[in-house]
C-alpha cells in the first residue's frame, strides 16, 4: 500500500467515523486495507469488522454508533433512545432497534443488539438523525420514545414507560408532539389515565 492509499484510507475513515471493509470498497479501496493498517497500529479495531483512526476520542455512545453501522436501515428506539435523551435511569446492555416488521433479522455478533420490528406510520414517523463520533445514527426523537415505550411497556416494563413520562414532562418538552405519537402507536387510550395521574 503506496503512503498516498494510506493517507486516503485513514481520510476516509476519518470521516466516517466507523468504517467497514464494504466503505472501502464502495470508494474503490480493497476491504483488507483496514485490518493492515489495524495491525500498523493506525486504526482501531472496535468490533468484529469494524474500525476507527486509532486515539480518536470516542463518546459513550460508541455502541449506537456501531450498531447503526452494522444495521443501516434500524432506528434506535425504546431504552436506547431514553438513554439518549437523559430519559431514563436503565443502563442497557443492548442497543435496542426498530426495524421494519418484513425486514431479514440482521445477524450481529457485536454490539449485542435487542431487536423490535415496528411498521408504517409507527417506524417512519420521529426519526432524527444525530452524528454519535462523526457516524450519523438514526433514532427517535423523545415524543416518540416515549409513546414507543407504552405501546412496548409488556417488554420493558410499565414503571420504565412512567419515568420516561416523568421525565418527558420534567423537561417540558411538547405535549402535543406526544400526544400525536401517541396516535401513530395508537396507545391513546392507554397513556390517558397515566398523563391526568402526572399533570
Not at 29 to 52: E, T
Not at 58 to 66: D, Q
Not at 114 to 140: C, H, K, N, T, W
Not at 146 to 166: P, S
Amino acid at each position: 500500500m503506496s503512503a498516498t492509499t494510506k493517507d486516503q484510507v485513514i481520510a476516509l475513515v476519518r470521516r466516517l467515523g466507523v468504517a467497514r471493509p464494504r466503505d472501502l470498497q464502495a470508494h474503490g479501496m480493497p476491504g483488507p486495507y483496514l485490518h493492515r493498517l489495524a495491525r500498523q497500529g493506525v486504526l482501531d479495531r472496535v468490533g468484529r469488522g469494524l474500525y476507527r483512526v486509532a486515539g480518536t476520542d470516542v463518546s459513550e455512545k460508541r455502541t449506537l454508533a456501531e450498531a447503526s453501522k452494522r444495521v443501516p436501515h434500524g432506528v434506535v428506539c425504546l431504552l436506547s433512545a431514553l438513554q439518549f435523551h437523559k430519559m431514563t435511569t436503565q443502563s442497557p446492555f443492548e442497543v435496542w432497534m426498530a426495524i421494519d416488521v418484513k425486514a431479514r433479522r440482521p445477524v450481529v455478533a457485536y454490539p449485542p443488539l435487542r431487536i423490535v420490528r415496528f411498521s408504517g406510520a409507527a417506524l417512519e414517523q420521529g426519526v432524527l438523525s444525530q452524528d454519535v463520533d462523526g457516524v450519523p445514527v438514526r433514532i427517535y426523537d423523545p415524543a416518540k420514545t416515549v409513546a414507543d415505550c407504552f405501546k412496548y411497556r409488556n417488554k420493558i416494563g410499565v414503571d420504565v414507560a412512567l419515568e420516561a413520562l416523568r421525565e418527558y414532562r420534567r423537561q417540558r418538552r411538547s405535549m402535543d408532539e406526544l400526544w400525536r405519537y401517541a396516535e401513530v402507536c395508537r396507545v391513546t387510550k392507554v397513556m390517558q389515565p397515566y398523563l391526568e395521574a402526572t399533570q
